[in-house]
């Protein structure tokens, strides 16, 4: 099905721009893995956006418009990764490199590419950018309970410090998935941005979490446990 769609696009392109195939543009063939392969992927819009803006403002920005798919080698890729390398994150970098890879390999199955330069390509600077997060001290996290105690959101802190929880996993949990008796808390579900309650945001979400002590006392009166 996906050939003879991309027979399509190539017949429906030659007629009305007057190109063939082998003259796409890395750039073209990259929004097209985008629009028919990539975008229809995901499961969680959260996934979506970030993956959109890095593939915008980084993949598309830093690629040579002009350049057909047959002229690309490792050095106009591995430009691309050190673009983004200087003003991102090592996650963000590392996700761009896939982008590429995956685009070579859909450029090679159309027949526009005869190798994957992406392979090739390396993350240079992976040991000088430095995550700079820092954890809470247990000062801070009493302050933190202390300011949040008989709110809204206090049982959401409870969560989310505990488990290590997305606060959109921590709100799609329901009494159902808290197993007092074994003290685990099953994660499944997690509430999105439109509101609704769907699967995680990765398949890895989907665990099941030891209940530290702490938290089991708060919850058992919520529940209705002595």
Request: aromatic content about 10%; overall charge positive.
């Amino acid at each position: 099905l996906r050939e003879l769609e991309q027979e399509k696009e190539r017949v429906r392109k030659e007629f009305i721009t007057g190109t063939t195939r082998e003259e796409t543009t890395f750039y073209e063939i990259a929004k097209e893995w985008w629009t028919s392969i990539k975008n229809p992927s995901f499961r969680t819009d959260g996934t979506r956006h970030n993956h959109k803006t890095i593939f915008e403002h980084w993949l598309l920005q830093y690629i040579d418009r002009r350049k057909l798919c047959s002229a690309i080698r490792r050095a106009d890729l591995q430009n691309v990764i050190d673009a983004c390398s200087e003003k991102n994150c090592v996650p963000r970098v590392q996700i761009l490199r896939r982008m590429l890879n995956e685009i070579c390999i859909y450029a090679q199955e159309c027949g526009l590419m005869s190798a994957n330069y992406a392979f090739f390509t390396t993350i240079n600077k992976v040991d000088e950018v430095k995550d700079h997060r820092a954890t809470l001290t247990p000062e801070q996290v009493s302050i933190i309970f202390e300011k949040a105690k008989g709110s809204s959101i206090e049982m959401l802190i409870y969560l989310m410090y505990y488990l290590g929880l997305r606060i959109g996993e921590a709100q799609g949990l329901v009494w159902d998935d808290i197993d007092f008796d074994n003290n685990i808390v099953h994660v499944r579900h997690s509430l999105k941005r439109n509101g609704h309650i769907e699967g995680t945001k990765t398949l890895c979400g989907v665990r099941d979490i030891h209940m530290p002590k702490p938290l089991r006392d708060y919850l058992r009166p919520l529940r209705g446990f002595p």
